[in-house]
Structures are given as structure tokens and as C-alpha cells.
């Protein structure tokens, strides 16, 4: 756990969320301002700033995160219709969050570009 970290506070239950899942090595859970009416976040249990960091120190735990999405989206219904998965690196990529998180998004048209 990291201190002033969000999301190793709402790993560790300190902040709450709507935790959809969760095991030794990974925590999803809705996102508190949903861009989509599937908007899950899917994170590492043990901090880390940026997916490139965390697939340099442990690229098994990426796997994972990654497994863990795509349950996510079939137990919310997506997996089908097909999900969006992102990791925003960095204030360009507007990362407002320095715990690497996978944003799940479904539910609605994503196709890219829009248009
Ligand atoms: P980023 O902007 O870093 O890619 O994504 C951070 C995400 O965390 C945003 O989509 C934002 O809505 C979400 N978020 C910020 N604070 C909270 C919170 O307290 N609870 C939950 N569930 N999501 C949060
Ligand atoms: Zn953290």
C-alpha cells in the first residue's frame, strides 16, 4: 500500500467501491463516473504507477489484470458484443490515477475512430 494512493486505499477497503471482483492479485470495480454503461477498472493489489512499469517488474501479474478484464466483460454482459479495454500513460494520455488501472468500456457503439 502506498499512502494518498485512491486505489490502494479502495484495495484495501479504506475507500469503498462497487468491487466486482476480486483475488490475491486483482481488484475490479466500477468506475465512479462511468463513460459507458459498462465502465469497470480493473487493478493490480499491489501498487504500481504505469502498465509498462508493472509488465517490466512482473509481466504474469499484466496477464492477469488482463485475464481478469475479459471475465469482467462476460460476466457483465459484453464479452459478446465486444469491450474496450485502456490503460492511459501519463498526463497526455490524461492518467489522473498513478495505480495501473484497466478501464473495461462496453455497452455502448466504441467503435474508433468515430465516425
Ligand atoms: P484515468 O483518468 O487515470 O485513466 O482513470 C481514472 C479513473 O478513476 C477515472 O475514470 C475516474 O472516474 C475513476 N475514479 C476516480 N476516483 C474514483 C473513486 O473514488 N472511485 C471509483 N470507483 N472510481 C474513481
Ligand atoms: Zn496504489
Redesign the pocket.
Known amino acids: 500500500m502506498t499512502a494518498d494512493c485512491?486505489f490502494c486505499a479502495?484495495v484495501s477497503g479504506d475507500?469503498p467501491?462497487d468491487v466486482v471482483h476480486r483475488d490475491d492479485d486483482a481488484v475490479a470495480?466500477?468506475?465512479?463516473?462511468p463513460k459507458a454503461p459498462v465502465h469497470v477498472?480493473v487493478i493490480p493489489t499491489s501498487h504500481c504507477a504505469t502498465v509498462v512499469e508493472l509488465a517490466h517488474q512482473d509481466p504474469a501479474r499484466v496477464g492477469h489484470l488482463l485475464s481478469v478484464a475479459g471475465d469482467v466483460a462476460r460476466a457483465e454482459g459484453v464479452a459478446e458484443s465486444g469491450y474496450r479495454i485502456v490503460t492511459?500513460t501519463g498526463p497526455s494520455a490524461?492518467?489522473?490515477?498513478h495505480h495501473v488501472?484497466f478501464?473495461v468500456l462496453g455497452g455502448r457503439d466504441l467503435t474508433w475512430p468515430p465516425g
Not at 29 to 33: A, G, Q, V
Not at 94 to 97: A, E, F, L, M, P
Open positions: 485512491l479502495i475507500i467501491a470495480f466500477r468506475d465512479i463516473d477498472l492511459n490524461g492518467q489522473s490515477v488501472h478501464h
